[in-house]
C-alpha cells in the first residue's frame, strides 16, 4: 500500500510518501515541503498547495491520502488556514477517486512514538529511526508528513477490523429487530385468532 502524508499548512504544507512492506515495515519513498509566501492572496496560496498536490497524486499514484486533521490550536488563524490547505488536498484526492483519512495530532504521536503527548523531537527522531534514515528530515513538516502516513500505514487494518465488526454488529442489531417484529406479529396475529373463536361461539 502507497499512503501519501500531508502535513497541511499555507506557510509550510509537508507531503510525503511511505509504501508498507511485511509486517510493519515502512519505506520511504519522497518527502517536500511546499511553501507559500504570507504577501501572496489566499487563493494563490492555496491553489499553489493544491497544484503540487496533484502533481505528487498523479505521479506517485498513491492508494490512500492520510491528511492531519485540525483538532485544536489557539491561533484561530492559523488553524483555518491549516483546514483550508488540508481541504484543497483532500478534494485533489477526491476528484481521482483516491480515498482520503484524516488522523488527529495526538493519534499520529501515538502510533509514532507510543505517546499522544510526544513533541516534534521526539517525533522526528521515531520517524528517523522507523524509516531507517541516514539524517533526520527538515524542516519538522517534512517530518510530520511522514509520521502521517506511518500512522495511516499502521493504524489502518486496526481501523478495518473495527469497522468490520461495527458492521457485523449493526447486522446482527438488524437481525434481531427483524425477528422480535416478526414475533410480535405472529403473536399478534395468535391473539387476533383466539379472539375471532371466542365470538363465533
Request: charged share 20%; hydrophobic share 45%.
Amino acid at each position: 500500500m502507497r499512503v501519501m502524508g500531508v502535513d497541511p499548512g499555507l506557510t509550510r504544507c509537508g507531503m510525503s510518501l511511505v509504501q508498507t512492506g511485511r509486517g510493519r515495515a515502512v519505506t520511504a519513498l519522497d518527502v517536500d515541503v511546499v511553501q507559500t509566501s504570507p504577501d501572496l492572496p489566499l487563493a494563490e496560496r492555496l491553489m499553489a498547495v493544491a497544484d503540487v498536490a496533484e502533481h505528487w497524486m498523479d505521479t506517485h499514484a498513491p492508494d490512500v491520502v492520510a491528511v492531519e486533521r485540525v483538532f485544536s490550536q489557539h491561533n484561530v488563524r492559523t488553524a483555518m488556514g491549516t483546514a483550508q490547505a488540508g481541504g484543497v488536498v483532500a478534494l485533489a484526492a477526491a476528484r481521482r477517486g483516491i480515498e482520503v483519512a484524516f488522523h488527529t495530532p495526538s493519534e499520529v504521536k501515538a502510533a509514532v512514538t507510543g505517546s499522544g503527548t510526544a513533541d516534534k523531537k521526539q517525533v522526528t527522531a521515531m520517524v528517523t529511526r522507523i524509516l531507517g534514515l541516514q539524517q533526520a528530515p527538515k524542516p519538522a513538516d517534512a517530518a510530520d508528513a511522514l509520521a502521517l502516513a506511518i500512522c495511516h500505514c499502521w493504524r489502518a487494518p486496526m481501523l478495518a477490523r473495527m469497522a468490520e465488526a461495527e458492521a457485523r454488529a449493526a447486522a446482527a442489531q438488524e437481525n434481531y429487530k427483524r425477528r422480535l417484529a416478526a414475533q410480535r406479529r405472529a403473536g399478534a396475529a395468535r391473539g387476533a385468532g383466539r379472539a375471532g373463536r371466542g365470538v363465533g361461539r
